[in-house]
């Protein structure tokens, strides 16, 4: 990977732990401290796992790879889950699904303009 191709992905990866760092501290926060949103809950764990599996994804070059950092965001996704009752919260299997829908989602978007990024 040459230099100019190197700062992106560099940026997508940076992206990505911002956005997990995120999606971790509003996951785990109480949720009297969050405000309320009109957006179903569903819909929002949807989207942040898209978002997080597109931009952690979006470096990677080969399957095997791609594969390895997406099986860690569902990994990601379910163990906080599984925190979420330490931290007076609860778990659920939707969010789960939701999560894992989201990522899911997000690697097959990478999937369809994947071709048109490396045409550039």
Same mark, same amino acid.
């Given at each position: !990977?040459?230099?100019?191709?190197? *700062?992106?992905?560099? @940026?997508?990866?940076?992206?990505?732990?911002?956005?997990? *760092?995120t999606i971790g501290y509003l996951s785990l926060v109480p949720q009297t401290r969050l405000p309320v949103s009109p957006v $179903?809950?569903? %819909?929002?764990? @949807?989207?942040?796992? /898209? #978002? /997080?599996? @597109?931009?952690? #994804?979006?470096?990677?070059?080969?399957?095997?790879?791609?594969?390895?950092?997406?099986?860690?965001?569902?990994?990601?996704?379910?163990?906080?889950? @599984?925190?979420?009752?330490?931290?007076?919260?609860? /778990?659920? %299997?939707?969010? !789960?699904?939701? $999560?894992?829908?989201?990522? +899911?989602?997000?690697?097959? +978007?990478? /999937?369809? %303009? $994947?071709?048109?990024?490396?045409?550039?």
């Amino acid at each position: !990977m040459s230099t100019l191709t190197q *700062a992106p992905a560099r @940026f997508s990866d940076l992206l990505a732990l911002l956005w997990g *760092a995120t999606i971790g501290y509003l996951s785990l926060v109480p949720q009297t401290r969050l405000p309320v949103s009109p957006v $179903n809950d569903k %819909v929002e764990h @949807f989207a942040a796992y /898209l #978002l /997080l599996a @597109f931009l952690a #994804l979006l470096a990677r070059r080969s399957v095997r790879e791609k594969l390895l950092v997406l099986l860690v965001i569902l990994l990601f996704g379910a163990a906080i889950e @599984f925190v979420q009752p330490s931290f007076n919260r609860q /778990l659920e %299997v939707a969010d !789960m699904a939701a $999560n894992t829908g989201g990522a +899911l989602s997000g690697y097959a +978007l990478l /999937l369809c %303009v $994947n071709p048109i990024i490396r045409k550039r």
